[in-house]
């Protein structure tokens, strides 16, 4: 059914889409499909590396140990990028057509009031890709009481 998977991430926050990624290489391993890990850099680089070549050979690294531990194949693309926060979900989008991707797994946080006033990446590229897009929440995540529900 998929043939290429995309994963979203950042090496910034790697416990917030660990989730995303297990679930990304169970539906890789079922389908058989090949599975890419893309991030967005640029700016100012000092949480992970000093430069996007930096930040780009450790995304193939940790690609490369995803691909170890799980027995997928993992690619990595990185985007270099003068101001991530702005430009994320165009070059999210772009990436869909780069990789001829076919199924977007991507993890987000439990949506909370913030929402309301400011979209998530995840629901933006839920909205504007031109491929199906899996949103994962993280389950360990506590559930907002306050939000309603369904």
């Not at 995309?6 to 539906?27: N, Q, R, T």
């Amino acid at each position: 059914m998929f043939e290429h998977i995309m994963v979203p991430v950042d090496l910034a926050e790697k416990e917030s889409w660990a989730h995303g990624v297990a679930i990304a290489c169970d539906l890789a391993q079922l389908y058989g499909a090949q599975l890419t890990l893309v991030s967005v850099s640029g700016g100012l680089q000092g949480k992970v590396s000093h430069s996007s070549e930096e930040y780009g050979r450790r995304l193939a690294l940790y690609a490369d140990e995803i691909a170890a531990a799980r027995g997928v194949e993992v690619g990595s693309r990185s985007y270099d990028v003068p101001d991530p926060s702005v430009e994320v979900d165009h070059k999210l989008i772009e990436a869909i057509g780069d990789l001829q991707a076919d199924l977007v797994v991507m993890a987000s946080h439990r949506p909370g009031w913030v929402e309301y006033l400011v979209n998530s990446h995840g629901g933006r590229m839920a909205r504007h890709a031109p491929v199906s897009v899996f949103v994962v929440r993280d389950p360990a995540e506590p559930h907002d009481k306050t939000q309603p529900s369904g």
